[in-house]
């Protein structure tokens, strides 16, 4: 039994399917992390992009507090007040004229399957149950029985099958894998613009836009899913407006809950999104007055505090001082933003042991993968206070 009684507690009655750093966060402020022994932490994992406004942000707090003190849940049998507002602004932001909102970025990416293959039937013509949905290899979009059916990770799917068929792999960043791929059959290319499981994969530039004329080409939705790479993580609202396109249809979540809860969205024009009808999909908790609140405010706070900006600056500098350390450890550093993977040649599990005991947190991705990716309102101060323990512990490699 481990010593520190909440890990072997969680290990007693929690189920596996997670392998944590022995640590114990009982706190946060900010970029800061604090254990249940008091010592402080820079995360530079921020829960996956689900932390990009720093721990419990002042004004997204009091946004939740404020409504949590009214109502926090109707379901969408009714009516309220946050809802209308919240969409609003994502649709502002967003460039959409709808977004459906949903809680987990799993449920918002079965969402969009839905929306992918309704279109296909009700405006493509596609002939019933034939739709096909192209998607990447190394692609992660969530651990449903569907989506995990379509990765080409072994570890996500084993022995959880019967999977459903519906989806054709092409290869990330080949334009001419998706060329291949598509026929008449399929109703929607789904892509992470950049694939942040995978190691944050960015692919060759101008691909996206070889994307986007491809399915226009084809009468083919592009829909993206940027539920990690969206709202700022990689220096733009949307990793796609680096490459100057516009999807069909957006996927967002994470970053959206502000940090406090998950709330998720779909988000397309009217000639999508109305296909929808009373009945036809929905969920309890979805668009609940609580989640708006604290998803309205979470993009308010992006705009309001300059975070897009900062992320844009401070990881121009996070990947150039990575990259001056020359470790012969490190075989790549890819990224965009203040997201960004250093590929190694070894495990990253004993690198971010090594970095916890620094002060550090981060985690490994595919094994060999450490990934960098703090809060959007990280300071330059703070980053190269984490980036002098990272250059410590690369030098004792």
């Not at 970029?31 to 010592?39: C, L, S």
Request: glycine share 10%; net charge negative; charged share 20%.
């Amino acid at each position: 039994m481990h010593p520190n009684p909440a890990i072997a507690l969680e290990n007693q009655f929690c189920a596996h399917n997670y392998s944590p750093l022995p640590v114990v966060i009982v706190k946060g402020e900010g970029v800061w992390a604090i254990g249940d022994d008091g010592k402080r932490y820079l995360d530079m994992m921020s829960a996956y992009s689900a932390v990009s406004h720093g721990h419990v942000h002042p004004r997204i707090r009091a946004a939740a507090v404020a409504q949590i003190d009214k109502i926090s849940v109707v379901s969408r049998a009714f009516y309220s007040e946050p809802l209308g507002n919240f969409l609003k602004t994502l649709c502002r932001i967003s460039g959409f004229d709808s977004a459906l909102p949903m809680n987990s970025g799993a449920e918002a990416v079965e969402t969009a399957i839905k929306a992918a293959r309704r279109w296909g039937y009700r405006v493509k013509g596609i002939a019933a149950n034939q739709a096909k949905i192209v998607v990447a290899d190394n692609n992660f979009h969530g651990r449903t029985s569907t989506i995990v059916g379509f990765s080409s990770e072994p570890d996500y799917k084993a022995d959880f099958g019967p999977f459903c068929d519906g989806f054709t792999e092409a290869r990330f960043g080949d334009i001419e894998s998706f060329r291949q791929a598509i026929t008449a059959d399929t109703c929607a290319v789904l892509i992470e613009p950049i694939q942040g499981e995978a190691g944050i994969r960015v692919p060759p530039a101008g691909f996206l836009r070889e994307l986007r004329a491809l399915c226009d080409a084809t009468n083919t939705l592009l829909i993206l899913d940027e539920i990690q790479s969206g709202l700022g993580r990689t220096g733009k609202w949307f990793a796609f407006q680096h490459e100057g396109i516009r999807p069909d249809a957006l996927i967002l979540g994470k970053a959206l809950g502000g940090g406090i809860m998950p709330v998720s969205a779909f988000v397309a024009d009217h000639s999508i999104m109305d296909l929808f009808d009373a009945g036809s999909h929905g969920s309890t908790f979805g668009g609940n007055p609580l989640a708006a609140a604290v998803g309205l405010e979470a993009l308010n706070v992006l705009e309001d505090e300059g975070l897009i900006d900062n992320s844009a600056q401070l990881g121009h500098y996070l990947v150039e001082r990575l990259r001056a350390m020359n470790s012969p450890a490190i075989r790549e550093v890819r990224g965009r933003g203040l997201w960004v993977g250093v590929e190694l040649d070894r495990d990253a599990r004993p690198i971010c042991e090594a970095l916890l005991a620094e002060g550090l947190l981060t985690k490994e991705t595919h094994e060999n993968v450490l990934r960098i990716a703090p809060p959007l309102s990280i300071t330059r101060e703070e980053l190269d206070w984490g980036l002098a323990r990272i250059e410590r512990v690369f030098g004792q490699l």
